[in-house]
């Protein structure tokens, strides 16, 4: 009755569905629909049609209704909306804010000539100059001891064991936006992004809303905060100005809300700092080409997911295929972890090495044949028997791996010990973590090799599992575009183009050796086998 469907048609399907579907919002969010008849009662006008004469004035308070005080830090006297600026001042901290406090800045935009706290017609907002965040550890030389230099503060943090709790940073960036086209709003389609942002007054019959002020909390990140101490009486604050757009500004704001939104799902402030990295430190265009590519990168990630998990659950028989290599990508999944772990890597790089590494350990069983008996909370672990062919691909592997380690495990030793003296680190499992690592990003790719010779051994490549691999092959050259965009560790993100090589060698291999009918494919068996069914009489 119904066409039959395949389960990768479908997740396509529903894919589109998704990007198209996101699209829409995206339009509806950048397109704001404007009053079609201005001379009607339904209309708002802009307070800026009128070229006032404003001025930026920049307070500092301890509350953030600056209750008990305000300090001004910063006027601009002859403020125009459409030109951009950038000042950068010293700002006092107050003696509570020295001592693990906090500190507000009041940002105004009011008439020239006139008092902020006495003009009718001001808008302002408020924002915080100071973030709760953890001290970065000291790193020190394990073989000598020494501690990088540190401010004597520092070190007296350090000694007290106090590096766990959370104190005071200084954001050393204040970013403030205008819209500067005199758009009319309609009364009756306001948007509701726009709106907790404006405040309207009454002129005659017309409705006024005053300028649209905002300040870009995406633009302060981690890499720019500042520790503070008892000894930092003053502290620079630059303070840039830009025009902004309507169409941007409410991009801008969904984008801050959904920030937020993470960190009160438990996303710390490192994981919301490499997504706000992505939209402040790249352009417009080229975010929506990041947004195509992420979507992508999903679906790919998600089919190669699949088809992996299948070809090997129905793996039955190891021939044509490096049970070694198998080995060692579970080995170096699990170390690629732990240290990003140890980085404290964005959520973003290391939810997905999790989540690898778990399917490493399952393929691991699934290539040694390995069964798990539990006898009360003792497991005992049975090795299943392997046949003439997986034996013979067996030596080859054994070949292969025995050429490589004459000059992996030098080159291994040698890069730990010349780490270990002259690199610093927080400690020895850093260094261990660090040493491992290395050498799998190094020379990783080496152990692909074997793989690569017993292609090359048996001249066949149909035992692979050629369509995760190709969705893998795609999500590799996606992951060359996100090493520029996603903050990583520099090794990780070179490990990333180190991969398109050997994927490369791999399609040259595929194209050198045609699949043979009489071969064993990817289930351990060949296409000239007939299929065992029971028989029957006519």
Not at 49 to 77: C, F, M, W
Not at 107 to 126: E, I, R, Y
């Amino acid at each position: 009755m119904f066409p039959k469907t395949s389960l990768t048609g479908l997740i396509v399907g529903v894919f589109l569905l998704y990007v198209l579907h996101t699209c829409w919002v995206m339009f509806g969010i950048v397109y704001t629909k404007p009053c079609e008849k201005p001379e009607s009662d339904s209309c708002i006008s802009p307070y800026l049609a009128a070229k006032p004469r404003l001025q930026l004035s920049v307070y500092t308070a301890l509350r953030p209704n600056a209750d008990g005080g305000h300090s001004l830090i910063h006027r601009e006297e002859e403020f125009d909306v459409n030109t951009r600026f950038e000042r950068l001042v010293n700002v006092s901290l107050p003696k509570k804010t020295r001592k693990n406090g906090t500190l507000y800045a009041m940002v105004f935009l009011h008439q020239a000539g006139v008092s902020p706290w006495q003009d009718p017609h001001q808008v302002h907002l408020v924002t915080q100059l100071t973030t709760y965040t953890l001290p970065k550890p000291p790193e020190i030389s394990l073989i000598t001891r020494q501690d990088e230099p540190q401010k004597p503060d520092q070190q007296k943090q350090s000694s007290d064991s106090e590096l766990d709790r959370p104190v005071s940073h200084w954001r050393s960036r204040l970013t403030v936006n205008v819209v500067s086209e005199n758009f009319l709003f309609d009364r009756e389609a306001l948007p509701g992004d726009v709106h907790r942002y404006m405040r309207v007054y009454q002129s005659g019959k017309k409705m006024i809303y005053l300028p649209l002020l905002f300040v870009d909390e995406l633009s302060n990140r981690v890499k720019d905060l500042m520790e503070i101490n008892s000894s930092s009486t003053e502290l620079p604050l630059s303070i840039s100005y830009d025009s902004i757009a309507l169409g941007k500004l409410r991009f801008w704001i969904h984008m801050q809300d959904a920030v937020y939104s993470l960190q009160q799902f438990g996303f710390t402030e490192k994981d919301a700092d490499e997504i706000k990295g992505i939209f402040v430190d790249t352009n417009l265009y080229f975010l929506a080409l990041t947004f195509f590519v992420a979507a992508f990168h999903l679906l790919f990630d998600f089919l190669a997911f699949k088809n992996d998990i299948s070809f090997w659950k129905h793996k039955k028989s190891m021939v044509g295929m490096s049970s070694k290599a198998v080995l060692w990508r579970c080995f170096s999944t699990i170390v690629i972890f732990l240290y990003l772990l140890d980085e404290q890597t964005s959520l973003l790089v290391l939810l997905p090495a999790g989540i690898g590494s778990l399917i490493e350990v399952w393929k691991v069983k699934k290539a040694f044949k390995i069964h798990v008996i539990w006898r009360g909370l003792t497991p005992t672990f049975l090795f299943g028997k392997r046949d003439e062919s997986e034996k013979r691909t067996e030596e080859y592997d054994t070949l292969a791996m025995k050429y490589l380690s004459y000059l992996l495990y030098p080159l291994c030793i040698g890069g730990a010990v010349y780490a270990l003296v002259f690199v610093k680190y927080k400690s020895w499992y850093s260094w261990i973590i660090n040493s491992l690592v290395n050498g799998v990003y190094a020379f990783g790719f080496l152990f692909m090799l074997p793989q690569l010779f017993v292609n090359y051994k048996l001249k066949s490549v149909a035992h692979l599992p050629w369509k995760a691999f190709m969705y893998k092959a795609f999500n590799t050259f996606i992951d060359d575009v996100f090493a520029f965009i996603i903050t990583m560790p520099t090794s990780h993100r070179l490990a990333c183009f180190r991969d398109d090589v050997v994927f490369l060698v791999y399609l040259y291999q595929r194209w050198l050796y045609p699949v043979d009918k009489t071969r064993v494919n990817e289930y351990g068996v060949s296409y000239d086998e007939k299929p065992k069914g029971k028989s029957h009489k006519d």
